[in-house]
């Protein structure tokens, strides 16, 4: 099943700031949740007032979307497995550590 393509159709963008902003319906029972990394570059980043923005832009509810499953899950066919080295710029989440609560994102 590696590698197989499908089309999904985008159920929900959410403009606030979620690890999972965009939500693709691939059947009636399949649903795939985009990251922030499979959704969004660097390059979308620079000049945009806002994330949300960015998202609204590139996707739309009931826009149609090429899937590939890919790694056990449905992702955009075309996000690749980027290799980074030391230097390079990536799209991240702050993820903060606080002792005796956990891990707050």
Do not use: C, H, W
Request: aromatic share 6%; charged share 20%; no cysteine.
């Amino acid at each position: 099943m590696e590698g197989q393509e499908a089309e999904g159709i985008v159920t929900d963008v959410s403009e606030a700031v979620r690890s999972a902003p965009v939500v693709v319906q691939i059947s009636a029972l399949v649903r795939s949740q985009l990251n922030f990394s499979e959704v969004l570059t660097v390059a979308d980043l620079q000049g945009a007032s806002s994330i949300g923005q960015v998202l609204a832009k590139k996707y739309r509810i009931g826009q149609k979307v090429l899937m590939v499953y890919r790694g056990g899950r449905f992702v955009p066919k075309t996000s690749s497995t980027t290799v980074y080295e030391v230097g390079n710029l990536a799209v991240v989440r702050f993820v903060k550590s606080l002792p005796g609560l956990g891990v707050t994102v």
